[in-house]
Structure formats: structure tokens, C-alpha cells
């Protein structure tokens, strides 16, 4: 069994069909790199064994493999809430919280099959690049120890790199999804503001935050992201919009201000790499611009701690978890931030003039899709860098980011693929960004890509 992994989630699905396994067996198998690896890179922060097992012979006993994501063995990031299974969001403050309920995600993921085996390590609160925020220690790249696996959702791309699941999720309020699936060579979307229900999903940065699945294939991000989309009566800003699938020949954009000046020669040649494929697979490239993009990273570390700064003020001992005192650094260096941009004396200075340059940044962006289907873009300006060389220098850590920002000021959706390894053998890969509700656009762009580049799914252990 062991050998066979990784499997994708058709390849799982016709495998239990055919009882050439179990899902019994596909736990063991999981299970196994849990025990084996994750004392060491400290991926998951609880396993739920029982409850994996439970689910599993329940599973086997009936047969019901037909459904969307039946025997797919999936973890949450710790950020999610999972009724009766404790969820810290990374935090000391929550360190023995159970939820009453689950999010509308893990619901649906679960109704759909899926079997959970636990909760994922990931920086607290979800504020960081790298998964050194969290308050129960870093999470190490399976791809080289000595180096960070992205964050914040940063257990969900390691669990991936590390076999030890086959489908994670995460939330993505500039970056979060794309990043660690970038730095662990997997497949993520972080869809369209208002496409999938953050309902259970503690909130960050509310007008940025969007809840995705990752993967190891775009069809695997697909299938899940099929399954948790849409409506659900408890998140007032999401619809079953969808972009009809252009059949035609797509074209995408270059927008020259994400390939200037910091970023990396090995992520440039990977982006160049995909782009010659790209074209040999028919689809044409026009190098655009989006001069106000610049400023999106210097809007976000506005508009996000001042909604961070209002959405921990819950978080005050009195209803839920440890009190404030529990915070760590980089919350508290956030409620100050976010506090200061949203005090009377520069409301107008800064979070105002955030919101205008925002609302300019959108303008451009929409008008640029009536050129092209899609934009390409590097996720982050570097490969995976390694542990502890930005944790004392917060400013160098935020402009991790500096390339994820525009989808979440816009709402649109991004796609990250995994494209390659640097001369370190470290995980390399790309975004490709889409008007709002185009999920099925970039799936087939995505899609189109991994096969012109024979594409294969790849664990480190
Ligand atoms: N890295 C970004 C931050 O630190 C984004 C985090 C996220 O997407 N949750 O704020």
C-alpha cells in the first residue's frame, strides 16, 4: 500500500472500487507517515486517529464509494472549526478551545466522503509567510528541514509534501493558500471573495479572507473546490455566481510590474518556462500593465490590521480561550497597527487613502480582463528561504507577499501550480489570476499547463 501513495483522488476512489485497498488501509497508510514524520517537521498539531478509523470501516462496511470525495483522507487547518475537535488557530489563546460546530467547508467535505484526520499546523491567527508565528513552533519544509514550507497555512502544504494527507485546506487573506502550496510543490486556488462560505472559518481580515482547498493536481483542487463552493445561508457575501468556461483561445496577460525588480532569477526562469510551454499549447501572452498594483502590499498592511485589530477584540478571555496576555508578538504588533490606522487622528490618513488606492487598484484590474482571460504571476518574489531568516525583521517578512496581494484587494481568483525545483532542490512554481468567478477558466488553463509540462504529482517522503 505504502508505495502506491501518492494517489490522486480518482486514482483513490477506483482503487477502492476495485478493492484493490480499503480505506481502512488508506488510513494505515496516511496514519503511518503521521507517526513516522511529524514529530520532526511538526505538521499536524492533533491527529484525530479514532475518528479516521470510525470513518473509514463505516466507509467500507457500506461501500459508498461513489460520492465526490469518498476515502479521501483530508486535514483542516487549524483555523477551521471542527465540532468536538479542539482548534487553536495556531494560537495559545485558543489552546484548548472545541468548537460546538464545524465550518460550512468541513461539513461538506465530510458529507462528501472525505475521511478527517486532524488539525493543521499554521502561524497564529493566520498572520504570517512562513509559519514562524506559530505559538506551537514552526512547521519545517519535508522538502528540506532547514527551510520554511510558506504559511500561514503552512501544515497544510508540509501535510502534502509529507504524504500524510491527500487533500488539505486553508484560507488565503494575501497569500496563505498560494504560498505554501508553492513552497511544498502543490496545486491551490484561493477562489473568488464570495465563492466559498467562511462560515467557521475565525476570521482574520474579513474583506480579504477566502477559505480553499490544496492539492497535488488541479483536479484534485477542482473536485474540492466543487464540493465546498457555494451558498450556504450563513456567509451574507457569498453566491452561486460562475463564469461560463471560454472555449476559445485564451489569452493572458504579463503584467510587467510583477517581474521587476526583487524577484528571483530561478522564479522568473520557471514563470519564462511556463510561458514557452503555454504558447506552444496555443494560448497567447500580451505583456500589460497594472501601474497601481505597486502600492497593494502598502494597502493591505492597512486595511488588514485594522480589520484584524476589530475582529481579535472577541477574543477577550471572557468567552472564549486564554485571555489577552495569551497573544503572541505579532498579533499584538497587528491590534497596535490596526488600532493606530483606525484611531480618529488618521482614519483619513491612512485607512481612508487605503480604501481609494483599493478601489484604484480594482479599477485597473477589471479593465485589464477585458483584454485578457488571465494574468501570470509569480506567488512569492523567492523560493523557500530558510527558517529563522526573517523572524526578527517584520517589515522583509511582509514583503513576502508583495506579489499575492492584488487577488485579495480584488476578490479574484488564483490559481498556484507547482512548476519546478530550484538548484537547491527546493519547490518552485506560479499564479495564474482570473476575473471574478472564472475558478473554471484557470482549472483549464491550469490544466492545460501541467499536461504540456508532463506534470507529475510528487511527495518528499
Ligand atoms: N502573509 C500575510 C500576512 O501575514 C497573509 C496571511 C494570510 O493570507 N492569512 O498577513
Known amino acids: 500500500m505504502k508505495n502506491k501513495l501518492p494517489l490522486t483522488i480518482k486514482e483513490t476512489q477506483d482503487g477502492l472500487i476495485k478493492k484493490e485497498f480499503s480505506a481502512v488501509e488508506l488510513v494505515d497508510s496516511y496514519l503511518g507517515q503521521i507517526k513516522r514524520y511529524n514529530e520532526e517537521y511538526n505538521i499536524f498539531l492533533t491527529i484525530c486517529e479514532d475518528e479516521a478509523y470510525k470513518k473509514a470501516k463505516e466507509l467500507d462496511k457500506s461501500g459508498a ?16 472549526l471542527t465540532k468536538g475537535v479542539r482548534t487553536t488557530a495556531g494560537s495559545k489563546v485558543l489552546e484548548s478551545y472545541i468548537p460546538p460546530y464545524s465550518a460550512t467547508s468541513v461539513s461538506r467535505i465530510e458529507n462528501a466522503g472525505a475521511i478527517p484526520i486532524g488539525k493543521l499546523n499554521c502561524d497564529a491567527w ?51 493558500i498560494r504560498l505554501p502550496a508553492n513552497y511544498c510543490f502543490s496545486v491551490a486556488i484561493k477562489p473568488t471573495y464570495g465563492a466559498v462560505s467562511r462560515y467557521g472559518v475565525i476570521a482574520m481580515a474579513s474583506s480579504l479572507d477566502t477559505v480553499g482547498p490544496i492539492g497535488r493536481t488541479v483536479e484534485d483542487v477542482e473536485t474540492v473546490f466543487n464540493v465546498i463552493k457555494g451558498e450556504d445561508g450563513f456567509d451574507g457575501t457569498v453566491t452561486n455566481e460562475e463564469r461560463k468556461v471560454k472555449s476559445e483561445k485564451l489569452k493572458i496577460g504579463i503584467p510587467k510590474e510583477f517581474f521587476t525588480g526583487g524577484i528571483d532569477p530561478e ?10 510551454v503555454l504558447k506552444n499549447e496555443g494560448v497567447e501572452f500580451k505583456e500589460v500593465t497594472l501601474p497601481s498594483t505597486k502600492y497593494a502590499i502598502d494597502v493591505y498592511y492597512v486595511i488588514q490590521p485594522a ?12 468567552r472564549y480561550g486564554n485571555g489577552r496576555d495569551a497573544f503572541g ?12 490606522v483606525l484611531s480618529a487622528g488618521y482614519y483619513d490618513a491612512y485607512y481612508l487613502k487605503a480604501m481609494k488606492v483599493r478601489s484604484k487598484i480594482i479599477s485597473e484590474v477589471d479593465k485589464v480582463f477585458d483584454e485578457v482571460d488571465a494574468l501570470i504571476a509569480p506567488v512569492a518574489p523567492t523560493p523557500p528561504f530558510k527558517l529563522g531568516d526573517k523572524v526578527s525583521d517584520p517589515l522583509t517578512m511582509y514583503l513576502t507577499d508583495v506579489y499575492a496581494a492584488t487577488a485579495n484587494l480584488c476578490g479574484i481568483p488564483s490559481l498556484a501550480l507547482p512548476s519546478g ?19 473554471n477558466n484557470l482549472f483549464e488553463l491550469g490544466k492545460t499547463c501541467h499536461r504540456a509540462m508532463s506534470y507529475e504529482p510528487k511527495v518528499a517522503f
Not at 519535508?142 to 500524510?164: D, F, I, Q, T
Not at 522564479?267 to 514557452?276: D, F, H, P
Not at 508578538?329 to 493606530?340: C, N, P, V
Request: with cysteine; net charge negative; aromatic share 10%.
Open 126 to 176: 493566520a498572520h504570517g509567510s512562513s509559519g514562524e508565528n506559530s505559538d506551537f513552533g514552526s512547521t519545517k519544509n519535508p522538502w528540506n528541514k532547514e527551510y520554511v514550507p510558506g504559511g500561514s497555512s503552512s501544515g497544510s502544504g508540509a501535510a502534502l509534501a509529507a504524504n500524510m494527507s491527500l487533500i488539505t485546506t486553508g484560507t488565503d487573506t494575501c497569500g496563505s
Open 421 to 439: 525545483f530550484s538548484k537547491l532542490g527546493l519547490p518552485l512554481g506560479f499564479q495564474l489570476m482570473g476575473p471574478r468567478f472564472s475558478e
Open 307 to 318: 480589520e484584524v485589530s476589530s475582529n481579535l477584540g472577541r477574543f477577550d478571555g471572557i
Open 267 to 276: 522564479v522568473e526562469k520557471t514563470i519564462t518556462l511556463a510561458i514557452e
Open 329 to 340: 508578538d505579532e498579533a499584538k504588533r497587528r491590534i497596535m497597527l490596526g488600532t493606530y
Open 65 to 80: 464509494y461513489a460520492t465526490p470525495l469518498a476515502g479521501v483522507v483530508t486535514s483542516y487547518k487549524d483555523i477551521f
